[in-house]
Structure formats: C-alpha cells, structure tokens
C-alpha cells in the first residue's frame, strides 16, 4: 500500500509543488492549505507522514504538531517541518514541539524526496 | 522524467501576485501607533512565502529581497516597531518592489537593480537586529535569469579526512527517541547508501519481556561505515535526532573489528523479502551499488537514479555460504519496536563480513532533476496563458445541469422509442425540459468568465492613498459592491477607464482640505466606487463630493477652441458631451494640474467599444458622478429585431435611445437632400435604412414607419425602419469566419426560425452614412454637428 | 514508374452552368443542399447572394452564374447549392456555391488535364486549373481557391498577421 502523506501549507505554489513531487514518486498526497484543516484531517485517518509549513493562517506549524503529537495515533508517526529558519534556536524549538525533522525552505525536489525517505518506513 | 515545473512556476507567480495585492491591502488597513498583530502576521506571510517559492525557482533577486522585507516584518510583529506613515510607505513600496521583480523574471526582462537595492537599503535602514544572509543550498549565487535547478552535490571532501578507511559511529539513543518519529532503521537505511555499513546492536538494556516497553527504546548500535565520506555528511544523517542520544563518529582505523567489542556481531543490511539477490541485482539497472557509489563521490555528484555499474560476484559468492541476517527494511510505522524482533532471532554464529553491502535503492522517482528540466524551467514568454478561478459553486452548478441534460436526454431517448402520437405530450415536455437545460447550461458557462469587480476595485484603495499624499489631499475611498460580476474581458478592459476617472475625481474633483474647509465641507472628500446590477446591465458609478464641473469654463474653453460660436446657447448635456471630445480634456484643463496619457475620449471610446456607455452628472461645489453602463457578457446581447422589407436586422438594446413615429412637420431638409428631424433641441440626421442597404422597404413614407434613435461613436442617428419587433437575447455570429467584415455589420446571429440576422453596428453604420451624404452643414446647425 | 504516374486519377464533381459543365475537386465538397432562405448582405456585390446558417455557422453563398456575368435564373426548390472549403490565407473558409444542377462525379487523370486555352469563355482563364474532356464532353476544372478568394471574397488580413 502506497505511502499516505498529509501536506499543510497556505502557499498554493508550494502546495503543488509538494504534491507534484510526491505524487510523482507514487506517495498519496493529501493536502491542507492551513494548520486547522490539516489537523482535522489527520484525525480523519492516519497518515504515515505530516509535512508541514511553519507559517500559516488559522494554527501554526508549530501547534500543529504539538496537537498531533497529542493524538494517540500521532505519538510515534514522522512529521516534518517546512521552515525558512536556519537558526538552531528554532530547531530546537521544533524538536521540542515534537518535529522528527526539518526541511529547510528553498529546497529541490530531491532534497525533499531524501528527507521523507530519511523518515518514511513504508515504501511508496 | 522532466518534473514539468512550468506550471508551479506559473502557479507561483499567479500566487505571488495575488498575496502582494493582499498585502498592499492589509498594509492600508494597518493603522498609525501600535501594531495589530493578526495585520502584521499576515503581511509577513506573504514575504515568507514569496521567499519560500521563489526559492524553488532559485530566484535570487526577490529571496534576497523578500528575506530583508520578511525580517523587518518578523520586528514589526515582535512588536518592535510602531507603525508609521513612512514605515508603511516604505513596505508599500517594497510591494511595488515585489512585483516588479516577479514581472520582470515571468517577462525576461531585467530587473532595475538599482532601485532594488536603494529600496532594499531603505528596509535594512529600518531593522533593529543586522541582516543575515539567507540560506541558499550550498551553492554560490546564481543569476536570476539562470532559473535552472541545480543538482545537490555533496561537499568536498577535506583532504585529511581521504586517508581515512570510513568511519566508526557509536550511536546511543535515549530510550525516547522513538517520540519524536524518529526511527534508528531509517539512519541506518541512509549510511548503507553512503557506504559499506556494518551494524552491531547492543541488546544488553533489553529487559525481560514482560517488562518490555514496545515504545521504548532499549538498543544501542556501533556502526562501522566504509568508505571516504566527510564527516559532515554522516553528521547530517543523524542531524534530527541531536539531543535525542549520544553519539560518537570517529575515524576508522584499518584494524577495525579491534574497535568492536568482542560480543557484537556484525549485521549486514539487506532488504526484505527479497529472497534472490542475484535476480534483483540484474534485473534493475536502477539499483545502486553502495561500493560503486562511494568511490564515484570524489569524481561526481551522486544523482539518484543514474544507472551505476554493478559489481555482483562478491555478494552471490557471500549469500549463496550464508543467508545474512536481514532487518525488515519495510517494517511499518505502526511497530517501531521492529530491532526488537530483530534481536530477537537467532543471530547467526558465523560472524559475516560482507565488503560489498548491497542496496537496492528502489528509487520510484526518476530523478525530478534531469537535464531535460533545464529546457522546460526556461523562459518561454509564450506562456503567458492567462487563467482565471472559478469558485466551486460555479463549478458544481455545471455538474448538476449536465446531470440534468443527462436526465432529459434519456427521457427523450425512451420516448423516441417505438414512438406515436399518444407520447406527443411527453415529446413535448421533453424539448421544453431540454430547452431549460440548455438555457441553465448556457448560463452557467458564461458565468464561469465572470470576475467580481473587486478584481479592478482592489488597486484603488493604494492609488487613492499615494495620490492622495501626492495632491496633498485627503480622500476617504468607499468600495460598494464589490462582488458584483463581470465578464473577464470586459473586466480587463475597464481596468484603465475607470483609473483614469478615480485620478481625474482625485486631481479635479476633490478639492484641498483649506478650500474645502472654506466652502464648508469636511476636510476629507469622499470617493465612492459602487458597482450593482440593472436591467441586464452592470452599472458602475464613480462619486465624488468634490468642486464639480464647471460648465461655464468648459464653455469658455469651447469657444476658445472654437467648438461652439460665443452666441451659441448650448445645453448642459451638451457642454458635458464636451468633456469627452478628443483633445478637449486633455490639451487644456480645467483645472490646473497636469493631464495624463489618456483622455475621456479615449475613456468613451473604451466603454463603447465594450457595448456600453457613460454619462456624467455634476454639480459645482457638490461633487461629480460617472455612471458607466455595461453588458454583462460580450458573447450575448440583448437585441431589439427591427424589419426593413421582408429583412430582419437586430440592434444593440444599449445603442437605442428611442424609438418614434415621425411627425412629418419635424423632417427638415439640409441642402436639399439631407433629412434631419428636429428632436427637442436637436437635429437628428434620418438614415433611411432600406436606402443604405438597398433593399426594397415597406414603406418610404417616413410618417408610416419608425425612427429609431440610436448613439454610436458619440454620435446620434435616426434609422428609418418599417417596425420594431421583439426584444430578446441573441447569441453573436461572426460574419468574418467564413467570409469578412462588413462595414455597418458587427455580426449575424440565428433566430428562431433558423434563419440568419444581421447585427447592425451603429458607429459603423454612421460612417458609411456620413460617407454617402457629403453635405455642407449650414452655420445654424454647426454645433449640433460637432456634438454628434 | 512513369506507368504509376500516368494512372494518378482524382475525383472530381461536375455541375451545369448554363451550358458548360465546370469541375472541382470532390474533396473539397463538403456537402450539396437545396436552396434555403438566404439573408442578404448590404452593400456588397449581387453575385454575393448573402448568408445562410450552416448547423450553426454562418455561411456565404455565392451564385456562379453572376460571377461569371450569365443572366440569373430564380432560385427556388430545384436551385442547388454547393458547399465548399475553400482555402484562404493559410485558413479553411466554407462556401456554398449556386449552380444550375449537379452532374456527375467523374475520374480525372492527372496528366490528361490540359492548360486552358485562352478562348473566349464566360470566365476568365485564371479560375481555371484545366481543361478535361470526359466522355467526349469538355469540362472546365474550376480553381476554387482563386475563384473563391477573388475581388470581393477576399479576405484582407491585418498587417500584423
């Protein structure tokens, strides 16, 4: 069964961009264009990977993540960050929010492949 | 594979360009003093996500400048900032900044650097906390026009670091690591594709079984990597789970099983469920080999992918001896206890040491990033295909009348079925349910092109605010109506009309606040766009409560410029119709500021090349309204069918001012041959219609038939025709398909009888007529001429 | 070689025009109808019928017999139209044609088809591809894309095309 993957970002463009590279390399892509949505959606099923964007309308990238990590089916599950930062500060404040990793915006659809392999157990 | 990203760029400048509207906006809205924080977050948002995108496309110009943009942003929301005029000034001009850089990249064309880096230099000036550069993966500067994504290469290898045989990694994870999704398997699955990966788990922490926490972790591994790597990169492995365990990378010595404690065996990492390595390894030329992997790393950037050379002896020697102890690879999410399993079996007595560690590194993705990308990332200015949204309600309101013309078509289907005379009642319901259906469709697809107005309205709250400033001015801007719909062409046409008549109410009509104050007036004047819904038509209305229009200067200027005869005793209509004649406004003014590009000539000549018209009403010292009459769509119009003979012609329900029957006493004749009809204070010229089109009439007794008044190009005309018809909506034919155009004809539609009619095009028909008729118009009559 | 040449034939329909038979290429025929209400476009040449509508295009129809300068017979049920494509500047118009009636579809070789003689025909020789004599009859092989694109049929392109 193929990989599901929870994307959440208000950017259109990235959203697409993200979809396109994962749909490409046979994930399921599903998408949220904000924190709130995205959170809803996970509860709706179990995604085996959330990426999701720092900066966004509505619950933050942030929030998102400590909200999921609240969740029973999220304890262990991969959620990766999207974020411009390159401050260790904020890493750190991602790991302790709950972040498996981090993805360091610009990125190229490689990196972006390598980081959800790098988590990813289930093959696509 | 190409990753075909001319899309997501389009999509990104589309994006872009819309969040730059909503951040000019949200930056008009950000009032003076403390910031309002839910504001501030969302403007910084479209900085951060400008840069983010633009980053994908590697373009420098606007992540440089977005970053400093976002940064001084990222203060203002950490509340370091106040809000001022010129703080917010500055941000408005890092919008038009924004949007000069997109344009210039989607166009091609060069960015004007130098207005970048003062505006830049502005921002910087502002910031509390010093600029750090952005981070841009590894590679130095590429130009802006160089939009091609380069391939990840990995670092150089330090020259020390080549003696060294590999690496030793001592790897102890915190019995929490697993919280936070991380998963030891996956940083191993990582090393085996960098090199030659030896794996020797410590099991001692494991407790007995029942004491067993499945979600703890309990292992720790000493790893053995081969092969010349930096550092940097088996640290970059382990980089998310810093602070989760400790780690130790040293170099590897030659005499590496010394290193290991002497109760570890080593385990080799293969994938599961793959029973026949020697069937896998030659039958996927996409499998990369980790040997032939690690030696190319100093000649070449790895892309993955790329068919390798495979060596595979040593391996089918190794696995026929000895089955190796194999770690599910595929081990699912839901069971990160999986090195626990794996423990747990029988670890083989025969310590393996295999030199060659095989991965099959399944990669489902072609690389997104081959040479083929470049081409397709490449400008192509041809692209420009222009996109609109369509709200899903639209969308659904489609689905659900095909469901219906679906529904219609199969009841139709049944009643055409052995059909006879006793099923002619439902024939008939059919093809009235199916004529709805058709009318609904019709609909729906039209309003799939229309685009509220606020489209065009949403530039104006800026333009009010920096002409404002510029005039010394103070304007309050009303936008009403907003959601009102219109067809995307039109839409677009009227985007410079109406800025063109938002700057004229702001130079013309709203006065400075001393002079207002000095008739009485608040000091701030308001302008108020409204847009709604008349009879089929969309009105729009541009307001102000400024000076006015002072018809008595513009009569002045008339006589000046010799338009009209200082005895002349013009109406007001009439001196308004001034305004709009080409040259008037613009080659002197009536005010003192300076005139710009366009005219309200041109303004007319726009609106009507649309279909729709614009009149104007004012009165001194208490404001001006422009009201602007448009079609709701340019495919259909709404025609009144007028017969001349035994032909059918149809004109534009917009052009027609009136119809009458003529009293014989108003017909005039102008040099013996010219028919004018006196209409209250004008002279309307009769065009006899049958007579330009040479067709034999029912009548050429002008008291028998009608005239109808109708205004083309400015200009009035009477058509003589035998009747009027009905009214009703046609849908526009073009005659120059299969043959050209017609002068007087702007198209031919169907009518219901399936025959053809032709559209009558006013201005057209004015000109042919005026070409027919040279006549010499005497003095009395000069000015009505010059109205027309 | 030459043997394959000679045998090149194409089909062509023949239709009456007072009393010549006249030819085009019957791939350019889209289809043959009778007359129907035709609306009449001003200030435009009277071998210029007008328009009718074709499934929902508009359509001109052009009557040969005053193109040509012949006397006009009425239209009425026994009128036939021929629809053409016609190409113009690089783009497909479609025309309908009156004639007096259609005639037959015949096989015409190639190489028999003979440059027109300047004689003293209704029409002028540069609307003629050829001359072809099928069944001991001349027939006229009309050029439909000159014909059809001549004075005022001819379309003119904005410049910038």
Known sequence: MACNILISDDSISMRKMLAFTLTEARYQVTQADNGLTALELAKTQTFDLIITDVNMPKLDGLSLVRELRTLSQYKYQPILLLTTETDPEKKQEAKRAGATGWIIKPFNPDKLLAAVRKVLNCSP | MAVDMTEVRQLFFEESFENLDNMESNLLDLSIGPIDKELVNSIFRVAHSIKGGAGIFKFEHIINFAHVTETLLDEMRKAEHLVTQPLIDLLLRSVDIMRMILTSLQEGTKVDEQEVLDCENQLKSFLKTPIEVPFLEGHKSTSSTNNTIIPPTIPPIDPAEMLIEGWHINFKPYPTLLATGNDPINLFRELANLGTLEIFPNSQQIPSFLALEPQTCYLSWELNLHGQLPKTVVEEIFEWVEGDCDLEITPLKKNLPSQIAPNLHPISLVPSGKSSQREELSASSQKLNAEASSTSLRSAPIQLGQPVEIKTEKVETETQSAPPFTLPLSSSMENPTLSIEAINSPIPSLPLHLETLSLPLEDPVKPPLDSSLDTHTHRNNSSEATSIRVGIDKIDDLINIVGELVITQSMLDQVGEDFDNSKLIQLRDGLSQLERNTRELQESVMRVRMLPISYSFNRFPRLVHDLSVQLGKKVELKLSGIHTELDKTVLEKMSDPLVHLVRNALDHGIEIPLQRQLVGKSETGLLHLHAFHQGGNIMIQISDDGAGIDLEKIRQKAIQQKLIAPEDRPSEEQLYELIFQPGFSTATQVSDLSGRGVGMDVVRRNIRSLGGAIEVQSTLNKGTVFKIRLPLTLAILDGQLVRVGQEIYILSLLSIIESLRIKPQLVNLLAGKAEVYKLRDDYIPILRLYDLFQVTPGTTQLDQGLLVIVEGDGQKIGLFVDELLSQQQIVIKSLETNFKKIQGISGATILGDGSVALILDVAGLIQLFHGRTQITVPRSASFTRNLI | ?161
């Open chain 3, 1 to 161: 070689m030459t043997q394959e040449v000679t045998t090149v034939s194409n089909k062509y329909l023949t239709f009456v025009l007072a009393t010549e038979e006249y030819a085009v290429d019957i791939l350019r025929v889209q289809e043959i109808k009778g007359w129907s209400k035709v609306t009449p476009i001003p200030n435009t040449p009277d071998y210029i019928c007008g328009v009718i509508n074709l499934r929902g295009t508009i359509v001109p129809i052009i009557d040969l017999r005053l193109r040509f300068g012949l006397p006009c017979l009425e239209y009425g049920p026994m009128t036939v139209i021929v629809v053409l494509r016609v190409i113009s500047n690089q783009r497909e118009r479609i025309m309908g044609i009156v004639v007096d009636a259609v005639s037959d579809v015949y096989d015409v070789i190639e190489t028999e088809i003979k440059p027109p003689p300047d004689f003293g025909s209704v029409i002028s020789i540069e609307f003629v591809k050829g001359l072809v004599t099928v069944d001991e009859k001349m027939v006229i092989i009309l050029d439909i894309d000159r014909l059809l694109n001549s004075n005022e049929l001819a379309i003119v392109e904005p410049l910038t095309h």
